[in-house]
């Protein structure tokens, strides 16, 4: 689908592909991944793993890729961010993320500081990507809850 990229609203085909995670694929998620993340850390590693899971692209419940599509039109572009549905759907996902980490506290962040250098910005102690000056690694951000507190997360766990 190619879009027209000015002077043109905001797109959206709500239920034009994908679907809408239920409570129970939710669950199931948090429920039967109990490591974050495995060797090779990519989107082509299909099992084991909440990273994955979550982000949709392993198993079948898709949850973060899926309401791109189901969403549909920038939603499933690179002007996702443009949709303000956008910031609603991965607010959701840090809650899930926060309900993962709640379920399994001793679970630990992959790759560690010590791994391979083709792993170069994912590992815990590495800078990730931002257009702000500020470095943040996925060790700054693992203790979210310094900062803010989920009231919701129910019978996620
Ligand atoms: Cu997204």
């Not at 791109?68 to 996702?80: E, F, I, N, P, R």
């Amino acid at each position: 689908m190619e879009l027209n990229r000015v002077n043109r609203p905001l797109v959206r085909y709500l239920g034009g592909g994908g679907s809408l995670p239920s409570r129970a694929n939710v669950r199931k998620v948090i429920h039967e991944n109990p490591v974050y993340d495995k060797a090779p850390y990519n989107a082509a590693q299909s099992t084991g793993g909440a990273r994955n899971s979550i982000e949709g692209w392993a198993g079948e419940e898709r949850i973060h890729n899926n309401v791109h599509v189901w969403v549909g039109g920038d939603m499933g572009l690179s002007s996702s961010p443009n949709d303000p549905v956008f910031f609603l759907h991965h607010c959701n996902v840090d809650r899930l993320w926060a309900a993962w980490q709640a379920k399994h506290p001793a679970a630990a962040y992959v790759p560690a500081g010590n791994a391979s250098d083709t792993l170069k910005f994912h590992r815990i102690d590495d800078p990730m990507y931002s257009p702000f000056p500020e470095k943040v690694t996925p060790r700054d951000v693992l203790n979210y809850s310094q900062y803010y507190k989920y009231d919701t997360l129910g019978d996620l766990l």
